[in-house]
């Protein structure tokens, strides 16, 4: 975002010249503009962003694109890892009536997701699957996942708006970036229905191994990247027996 346009929403929030003495001196030490205004704007969506909660990045529309594409009205939706709930909230605003499911580790997140999806739409608190009903077996027609793939010693490195303003759970995918994507696709299979599919946002260089993650766990793999956004995602469905 230009400085003029975050000039122009940092004005619009503030009630008095006070108050934007305030905003702006937080966005000059690096604080998330999203978590200054409370929201984020995603797919045509005005997200809440809660402090301390994943912000939702604009190359993620591309899995949104992706995601959206694979569903159909009425099917099944799982955002795992699911920050704001703004990618299974996007999902649900251009597929009628599917049944959506979001879950997240951080208790900070998931009250902020209640407050992003829909009527209907539940969430839930917990590590991964662990998180999810077992009402949802085996009937999960979209999987959507993304989860940290930031390499830990590359975190440092990160703009202090994530670094130093985002939970570190949030960012930190282990020594390669991909350690959470093998757990998604240790587990996926058990969740997956027939002919689902596990959709995972990473980076072009990491995509080969989360690939790799996803067919050492049976799953057919295929890549697709954004030029424009700037984001790789890794399909993985189910090998037909």
Sequence with gaps: MFAEEEARLLLEAAATPAELDVLVRRRVIGEPLEVILGWAEFCGLRVR????????????????????????????????CCGTG?????????VDGIELSCA?????????????????AHVYEGDLYDALPDSLRGRVDVLVVNAPYV????????????????PRHALDGGADGVEIHRRVAAGARTWLAPGGSLLIETSE??????????????????????????CTVV???VAHD
């Excluded at 990045?57 to 694109?65: E, I």
């Design 49 to 80: 962003v809660d402090a301390g909660v994943f912000v939702p990045r604009q190359r993620t529309r591309f899995l949104v694109d992706l995601a959206a594409g694979l569903a159909r009205p009425g099917a099944v939706v799982v955002d795992l």
């Design 86 to 94: 703004a990618i299974g909230a996007a999902i649900a605003a251009r």
């Design 104 to 120: 997240d580790v951080d208790p900070n997140a998931v009250r902020c997701a209640r407050l992003n999806v829909g009527p209907g």
């Design 151 to 166: 390499p830990t010693d590359e975190i440092a490195l990160m703009p202090p708006e994530a670094r130093d303003h985002e």
């Design 205 to 230: 260089e990491q995509a080969p191994v989360t690939a790799r993650a996803m067919a050492d766990q049976g799953l057919v793999p295929s890549v697709s990247t954004s030029e424009e956004l700037y």
């Design 235 to 237: 399909v993985g469905v």
